[in-house]
């Protein structure tokens, strides 16, 4: 019964080669996050939709794109992967305007070779 | 972006013995929530417990509760009776009350419970 599914848990793609990586929901909520979070650091927000409000964090590298084609469905487009965007990607879900925790996926563990 | 300070990368706590992890953070709201998150290795983060800052009782989750310090902006997080489970990492995280969705993350505290 996962509610905030990634897949896929672990990606491997080459350098500058455009990679996808998806998130799933059932829960229902319209706010959904991505997050990038290295290796012992704080995980970073990239961008959130609430509902279809894109809504983009202003140190944000271009490289990164997101879509959101319905409620359940969030994707996070690296258009030209380098080797610094080898992390972890959170996908978080929450309700907004009510006191509610984000629920987070397991993550997808990005590899850029 | 709002700031949140986790001050110890690392800390340890005898099995059953109690730890207190620290978190502040930096706002010029008077409404906003905050969270301890905990991340186990390999694993999905999870809720530990929530504080409203409107709230001035400290909130308890069994053996979690947290020393809300509004005035000092300091949220710190006690774990009574450690168990060898409680071993992860615990993030401190921020969320405005009324305007924007966005969650802030603290750096994290590496917690090790001895056996």
């Not at chain 2, 979690?64 to 401190?92: E, P, R, T």
């Amino acid at each position: 019964d996962a509610m905030v599914i990634q897949n896929p848990r672990y990606q491997v793609t080459q350098f500058g080669k455009p990679v996808t990586l998806s998130c799933s929901q059932t829960l229902n909520h319209n706010v959904m996050y991505w997050y990038q979070q290295k290796s012992s650091q704080a995980p970073k927000l990239l961008f959130h939709y609430y509902d279809k409000d894109f809504n983009n964090e202003a140190d944000t590298p271009d490289n990164f794109q997101s879509r959101r084609p319905n409620t359940s469905f969030c994707f996070l487009d690296i258009r030209s992967p380098g080797l610094g965007d080898a992390a972890m990607y959170l996908c978080a879900t929450t309700l907004s305007g009510l006191n509610t925790e984000a629920f987070f996926g397991q993550g997808t563990r990005l590899t850029v070779v | 972006a709002q700031t949140v300070t986790q001050s110890q990368p690392e800390m340890s706590v005898q099995e059953a013995e109690t730890v207190t992890l620290s978190c502040t953070y930096d706002t010029s709201e008077s409404d906003y929530y905050l969270f301890w998150y905990k991340q186990p290795p390999s694993r999905q983060m999870i809720l530990v417990i929530r504080q409203e800052a409107y709230k001035q009782q400290n909130a308890t989750e069994n053996r979690f509760s947290v020393n809300f310090q509004k005035a000092a902006k300091s949220f710190s997080l006690k774990i009574s009776d450690s168990q060898l489970g409680d071993a992860a990492m615990y993030f401190c995280a921020y969320r405005r009350a009324n305007t924007g969705n966005q969650f802030y993350f603290g750096t994290g505290t590496s917690l090790t419970v001895i056996p």
